[in-house]
């Protein structure tokens, strides 16, 4: 199977001219190991390779020989390599040595040592839209922070088609599959998960059942700000309960497997007097989990409109996760006690930041450029800058910047 280039390619390249390793990041079957294996020079594969026990027990340093950068895939298994990598990076005194993929996090024993100055972190999601070449480009995220013009051909839309997206997700192993064999894919990942991921992580034996209908809760509650006690009563059920404790423990195993990423809440200084919200909103690594989870065909995700636009916006983040990481933006949401409420805030490291609504259809988009709007002037400009970009990302139409600036971007034509 061909190859799709991917935005990580390009933060690998740098991570390896600045540090002495670098560590990928990201849940399994997101393309981690492929990405690394076209830049390494040699490979270990700590799952399958039957010799890298017997290396560890004699002498963990067997298995870092090879010309650089050599990856260690899936290292997390043998989370002592961790310190030996880091002693020889010290030895060699020399840049991209070392390549580390792993699709879980593992305890912070394990990673005592930070590597501060000798490891660059990064982290890996699924295929963007644009990776995925169902984005034409012709838009990219850096030119509506500029100000630059920007125009689109108006996109091709139908309820069906965003669904089977959505279905597909961003899987790397999905390339020229249908949505059925998406259907099967996500729901086979959705039950490894809770019969055995969940388990390896949290390092006892956990009720597979109880993880199931939880991740379904969590799938159920995706793109809202559902507490941990509404997830766990939603999960219990009215025969059974699932106290916090259980629950937070379920959500932090899924958390290491990186199957669950919040978009946390965006603290700016504002005029208003209403207090700021700053409960998390709840997204998986892929939008399509949640479909595997409950069992939701794309056929069937096409008569739900309203699940479909919890998707939709789900997916909107992930996407611009992907494309604001390029260049080391991070991406947020704003909500404050009067109920204003903002989907996604990008805000780059030189203090850059832009505001973002998702709507799936273009009859939405006047409303959501006038909170928008009213949103930037509730900002104290005086100890936070003025945005520099206010946008509606939506499901169709073409892009273009309205009379009042407000920039309209269907996701189909966004890039990084």
Same mark, same amino acid.
């Given at each position: ?10 933060? &690998? ?22 990405? *690394? ?82 490891f660059s972190v990064m982290r890996? =999601? ?14 990219? &995220?850096?030119?509506? +922070? ?53 388990? =390896? ?5 956990? /009720? ?5 209908? +939880? ?5 159920? /509650?995706?793109? $809202? ?6 997830? *766990? ?45 700053? @409960? ?8 399509? &989990? ?23 916006? @789900? ?26 409420e903002v989907d996604a805030i ?9 505001? +973002? ?17 009213a949103f930037a002037e509730k900002?104290? $400009?005086?100890?936070?800058? *003025? ?13 273009? =910047? ?15």
């Open positions: 199977m061909a190859y799709y280039p991917r935005i990580a390619d390009a933060v &690998l390249t740098k991570g390896l001219t600045s540090s002495g390793a670098v560590l990928i990041e990201g849940a399994k079957g997101c393309g981690k190991t492929e990405t *690394a294996t076209r830049t390494a020079k040699s490979d270990v594969h700590f799952d399958t390779d039957p010799d890298v026990a017997i290396k560890m027990d004699i002498d963990p340093n067997l298995v870092l020989n090879g010309e650089a950068p050599r990856l260690l895939d899936e290292w997390q298994l043998f989370p002592r390599i961790w310190d030996f990598a880091r002693r020889e990076i010290d030895k060699r005194k020399k840049k991209g040595q070392f390549i580390l993929t792993g699709s879980a996090t593992p305890d912070e024993q394990a990673r005592r040592h930070s590597g501060a100055g000798r890996m =999601r699924p295929m963007s839209w644009f990776e995925r070449e169902w984005s034409s480009g012709e838009v990219s &995220l850096k030119s509506i +922070f500029d100000g630059d013009a920007f125009q689109s051909a108006s996109t091709d839309f139908s309820i069906e088609g965003l669904s089977e997206k959505i279905a597909l997700g961003g899987w790397p192993g999905l390339i020229g599959e249908n949505s059925a064999a998406a259907f099967e894919f996500t729901r086979n990942y959705v039950t490894l998960i809770a019969e055995v991921d969940v388990d =390896r992580v949290s390092e006892r034996r956990r /009720n597979s059942l109880k993880v199931l209908r +939880f991740i379904r809760s969590l799938s159920r /509650n995706i793109s $809202t700000e559902a507490s941990v006690r509404a997830i *766990a009563s939603d999960a219990g059920g009215s025969d059974d309960t699932l106290d916090n404790e259980t629950a937070s423990a379920y959500l932090q195993a899924l958390e290491r497997l990186m199957v669950t990423e919040n978009l946390p809440a965006w603290n700016p200084h504002i005029r208003s007097s209403a207090a700021l919200r700053k @409960s998390p909103k709840r997204h998986f690594c892929d939008p399509s &989990l949640a479909l595997g989870a409950l069992g939701i065909t794309a056929k069937k995700l096409a008569s739900d409109l309203n699940f479909l636009g919890m998707l939709f916006e @789900s997916v909107v983040i992930r996407d611009l996760r992907v494309y604001a990481w390029a260049d080391g933006g991070s991406v947020s949401h704003y909500r404050d006690a009067s109920g204003h990008i805000e780059f490291p030189d203090g850059n930041w832009g505001a +973002f609504e998702v709507k799936m259809g273009m009859g939405a988009v006047d409303q959501a450029a006038a909170n928008l709007l900002i104290d $400009t005086s100890k936070t800058p *003025a945005a520099s970009a206010l946008c509606v990302i939506t499901g169709n139409g073409f892009a273009h =910047r309205r009379s009042d600036g407000v920039c309209v971007i269907p996701l189909a034509t966004l890039r990084d």
